[in-house]
């Protein structure tokens, strides 16, 4: 089993910072890659950022420039540091692991999603 446990989210103002903490503990014989997905009432999820195992890191455009994500080395902790925050960035955030939890044998994992709310 692979658990994943969110912490960070919560009511900000627009233009103010928030970050965003998860933990993947169980059974993870390789980590693959650690990213942040959302959804915003009535939208379908989206991927925020992601960040693999040689620390390459993907973000969406609309987050491009304010937001990153990092992991520390050997790890399996996944921050999102989300900055000049906007409304539209109001969703629940989602961690998601890619990992296998065996040789050949790999799955993506989710976490429960942090609501993140972010007001005028």
């Known amino acids: 089993q692979v658990e994943l446990v969110e912490s960070g989210g919560g009511l900000v103002q627009a233009g103010g910072s928030l970050s965003l903490s998860c933990v993947a503990s169980?059974?993870?014989?390789?980590?693959?890659?650690m990213a942040w997905y959302r959804q915003a009432p009535g939208k379908e999820r989206e991927l925020v950022a992601s960040?693999?195992?040689?620390?390459?890191?993907d973000y969406a455009d609309s987050v491009k420039g304010r937001f990153t994500i990092s992991r520390i080395t050997g790890g399996n902790t996944v921050y999102l540091y989300m900055n000049t925050l906007k409304p539209e960035d109001t969703a629940v955030y989602y961690c998601?692991?890619?990992?296998?939890?065996?040789?050949?044998?790999?799955?993506?994992?989710w976490g429960q999603g942090t609501q993140v709310t972010v007001s005028s």
């Open positions: 169980g059974n993870i014989f390789r980590l693959v890659a």
């Open positions: 960040i693999n195992a040689g620390h390459a890191t």
């Open positions: 998601n692991v890619r990992a296998y939890i065996s040789p050949g044998n790999w799955g993506d994992y």
